[in-house]
């Protein structure tokens, strides 16, 4: 028995230590207390955590793989058997997931029942997904009605930074209010913030993995769609390695098919084709409308 409440003192510490580092991990002292975009969208907060990691690629290419977040979009780059449905999160990056607007929603769930609303956005610098959910039935509702009863208010928020050396710093931002606090506080501090720390810390991981595997095997058309129809612009000879094709409907189909997203040899980690990509292979096709003209 005299040992019961220096063990029990012991493990308070403990739980306060872990609780400390799971709020700010990876983090520096300057993030945790700066201010960012979306911090004030939740009022009368109950729960703040910072969390942070860098890197080795310039804020655009990390946006690339942000902004097609979604269960129904490119996944969440974490677990996705806890969070995707079991669906393989996206490795390439995907045209037409590139585009959001404030007030777009973004599911959570396969069904759509549950979601994010995209409450800010900055290209490049800012993506700030904001929910608003009833307990313990998960569904939406909308803040600026009256409020239920039991309820969980939270903002998501992606902050990039660019470093020297085409390097970029994010910082992710959560803030929440959850209703009746003591309640909640309970299943937060045993459940909620240790799973949004694995869940984070594998998003970062898996992120990262995205980018090197993308810069490490850039793209390169594949052979279907790097074509010169009857001749190279200016009548210069055709550069060594693209393939002729004189038939006008199959040469637009097959860089169809490589602009909407890639042939399927090519939808893979290592194939992942920039914006600059796609830019390139629109014009092969416009020229190869004019000359087929």
Known sequence: MRWTFPLLAMSGAAALVLRYRMLRWGATAAEVAAEYPGDTLVPEPTDRSTMATTFDAPPEALWRWLVQMGRDRAGWYSWDRLDNGGWPSSTRIVPEWQELRVGDRINATADGRTYFTVAIIDRPRTLVLRSDLTLPSGRPFDPRGPLPRMFTQGVWGFHLTELPGGRTRLVVRTVGRDVPRPLTAVADFLFGQP??????????????????????????????????????????????????????????????????????????ESAAPTAADHDQLRGLRQHGEQVAR
């Open 195 to 268: 799973a949004h720390l694995i869940m984070q810390a594998r998003q970062f991981a898996n992120l990262r993995r995205r980018i090197e595997a993308a810069k490490n095997s850039p793209f390169r058309p594949s052979s279907l769609c790097c074509f010169v129809l009857l001749a190279w612009p200016g009548g210069r000879p055709r550069p060594a390695g693209l393939p002729l094709v004189r038939d006008h409907h199959r040469a637009m189909s097959m860089l169809d098919k490589e602009i909407a997203g890639g042939a399927e040899e090519q939808a893979t």
